[in-house]
């Protein structure tokens, strides 16, 4: 069973938008046969050479170089750029990869009406690789004071690539390598970065195993070569494929998952209570397998999140080293003891054999009531996300509350049980994917999240039984379903989605930003409103906010400039806050729609109740064009029978209407409160 890898694995290494994924990054560091490119002869080595040998030496020269810049580098005076020092510096370490050859480009190259000062060319040809380098003094995210271009390094790098037909470039200012390839896509950075300041302070001989390894001039385009040939490109192709069918594959991990909990459930002695709800049917199958999902669902969330790192609020700019060791202290705590990354280190570490215990599933607890508020909260540093999928008793019976009776002791008593090896099976069904052979972890960090909408929508197609057996068990299993169907559950292709957005969107961006002068284009698009009447998961307002906070961050970039990532980010996390809203009838779409946007948001700490006022449970086929009916009521005559229905079922529910009318209507919100209509006019348009 492969390693669980996760950003940690190698820390001064990060890579974004899944351009190489963690997974293959392992790969590459285990020197895997299957990857391809990785023999001696591959690195321009002799045959007979192991790989570890050259790193080895390529190491020690290295640490060389870098005290010989350190002693350059402070001799300089604050005024002095120290450019020059760096590319001294930058062509020590690039020769020790391979590159032997680094022309200088002092011009700029113009392309249509954008101007491009790429600094290096790695070789004479055209289609050398291109490599910008500037000054230890300047942050690869924003433009220097001391350089011309308004431009970052990593934007105008960005710009180039997509601008030419070059597919791979390297920017570094000495300090930080970054890896990135052509991108043409408008809502994701694609990036490498290596920090090597941290590997040789801090001996991080691993990570630079991998930083040769991947940038070792082998693994660009070489001269006169088409660019499928680079390896870089070959592997990049590669995960992008093995991404698709890991996608694939998770969908069968969650039918697993959902089974591994059922039966969990329904097997554990403790549950006597759950088996006589199902069997006297005070708790169908149905209301059963929803609250399985959901708790599924739970779990995917916190695997996102902690992959990316959502869950902890950051230390406040200026907090002490005492504050910040007590955020460490808690973030470790929670890491160590109650994360799901600690259930898939021990899914993949021993097989819990024991029948029934339960302790894994008691922490698993303690951390979903941390995320509701409930319990000691501040020990584990976890900020409640106030409703949504953790929302206390949306999960009752499988999950949160105890049994009938049970009314002292800890938090957790009385409440269900699942034995640990039943929980570690449904983790390592999430965490884990086989296809034609061979196992892989599921890169939970540069997910998707449209596809935890994507899995949900495939699992319509299923229907649960629970079947009685011997001795007073029971077997849960998942066969085919009507519900798709029967619910009026159809799901927009992703294609078709970008297809609406081209149509429906685009047009009324540029129409809203056109004739405004700089400033105003802001206010404009942050005065859009983009509503799905039915939103489902979200993944056409996932794709209205990319488009819009894209915009914000080219107008907060400024004209001809490539957008920074953190643009581009808070663009999108405006967009969302301000633009965005929608409606669905069914609830588990609702909290996955408010769990992508905020997962796409991108704010650690941040509740999920902050979208509550934008993404509403309620049912958009029934509407009405004046508002009074809000007050009077649905009128019983909507409920006549005609061709095709039936008729005692239009007669029963027009009673149940004639009798509910005067109790008033709660817009689906739960509340009825009229407050959020105060500013529309009295006839809709």
């Keep these: 069973m492969p390693a669980h890898r996760s950003a940690s694995t190698f820390p001064h290494i990060r890579t974004e938008g899944g351009l190489l994924p963690i997974d293959t990054l392992g790969r590459v560091f285990d020197e895997a046969d299957a990857l391809g490119g990785m023999r001696p002869q591959d690195y321009g080595l002799p045959t007979s050479t192991r790989l570890r040998g050259p790193l080895t030496e390529a190491w020690t020269a290295l640490r060389v170089h870098w005290e010989s810049f350190k002693l350059r580098r402070d001799r300089l005076r604050e005024d002095q750029a120290g450019t020059s020092e760096t590319r001294t510096w930058v062509q020590d370490v690039l020769g020790l990869l391979g590159f032997d050859e680094l022309n200088y480009h002092a011009g700029a190259e113009t392309i249509g009406s954008a101007s491009f000062g790429i600094s290096h060319r790695a ?17 690869l995210d924003s433009a220097g004071p001391r350089s011309g271009d308004r431009r970052s390094t990593q934007a105008l790098m960005q710009g180039y690539l997509n601008h030419t037909d070059h597919v791979w470039g390297v920017v570094t200012n000495g300090l930080r390598f970054r890896l990135l390839r052509e991108n043409r896509q408008i809502d994701r950075v694609l990036l490498v970065e290596f920090d090597l300041e941290a590997m040789l302070e801090q001996d991080g001989f691993v990570d630079f195993q991998l930083f040769w390894l991947l940038l070792h001039y082998s693994r660009f385009v070489q001269p006169g070569e088409p660019r499928e040939t680079a390896w870089l490109e070959r592997w990049a192709k590669a995960a992008q494929a093995e991404g698709t069918r890991a996608m694939e594959g998770l969908r069968t991990g969650v039918e697993t998952a959902i089974t591994e909990l059922g039966q969990g459930l329904l097997d554990h002695p403790a549950n006597d209570w759950l088996r006589e709800n199902l069997a006297s049917d005070r708790l169908t199958t149905q209301a059963f397998y929803r609250q399985l999902l959901r708790l599924v669902y739970r779990l995917l969330f916190l695997m996102v999140a902690e992959e990316r790192d959502l869950l902890f609020e950051r230390a406040a700019e200026g907090a002490t080293k005492a504050e910040r060791d007590a955020l460490n202290l808690v973030r470790g705590r ?14 993949g570490r021993r097989r819990h054999r024991e029948a029934h215990q339960y302790d894994l599933w008691i922490q698993l607890m303690v951390t979903f009531d941390a995320l509701n508020g409930v319990g000691n909260t501040t020990a584990l540093g976890l900020k409640p996300l ?3 999928l953790f929302q206390a008793g949306s999960c009752p019976d499988v999950a949160d509350e105890p049994a009938p009776g049970v009314t002292s002791g800890t938090p957790t008593d009385g409440r269900p049980r699942v034995s640990n090896r039943a929980l ?19 890169n939970y960090r540069d997910l998707d999240v449209e596809e935890l909408g994507s899995v949900y929508e495939s699992l319509l197609d299923h229907e649960p039984s629970i079947a009685p057996g011997p001795n007073g068990s029971y077997t849960f299993a998942l066969g085919s379903s009507g519900e798709r169907k029967s619910t009026g559950s159809y799901y927009t292709p992703q294609g078709l989605v970008q297809e609406l957005l081209n149509s429906a969107l685009d047009p009324v961006i540029e129409s809203t930003l056109e004739g405004k002068s700089h400033q105003a284009q802001r206010q404009a698009l942050l005065d859009l409103n983009v509503c799905d009447p039915a939103c489902g998961s979200g993944h056409f307002l996932l794709g209205a906010a990319r488009r819009i906070g894209r915009r914000l961050a080219e107008i907060a970039a400024g004209p001809g400039n490539e957008p920074e990532i953190g643009q581009v980010r808070h663009g999108v996390s405006e967009a969302i806050r301000h633009c965005i809203y929608g409606v669905d009838k069914n609830p588990l779409a609702i909290d996955l729609c408010k769990v992508a946007l905020w997962i796409e948001s991108h704010e650690p700490g941040a509740p999920l109740s902050f979208l509550d006022h934008h993404i509403k449970r309620g049912d958009s086929l029934i509407g009405v064009f004046n508002l009074d009916v809000l007050e009077t009521g649905v009128p019983d005559d909507a409920y006549t029978a005609i061709s095709g229905d039936d008729k005692a079922t239009a007669t029963a529910i027009k009673k149940r209407n004639r009798t509910e009318r005067p109790k008033g209507y709660d817009l689906g919100t739960g509340g009825g409160d009229r407050s959020a209509l105060s500013g529309c006019g009295r006839r809709t348009s």
Excluded: K, M
Aim: glycine content about 8%.
């Design 123 to 139: 070789g004479s040809a055209d289609n050398a690789p291109p490599i910008h380098i500037t000054s230890f003094r300047q942050p």
């Design 334 to 347: 929670y890491l160590a003891h109650y994360s799901v990354s600690r259930l898939r280190r021990e899914a």
């Design 386 to 388: 106030s409703g949504g």
């Design 424 to 442: 570690l099976a449904a983790v390592q069904a999430l965490t884990q994917v086989t296809r034609d052979g061979l196992t892989r972890q599921v």
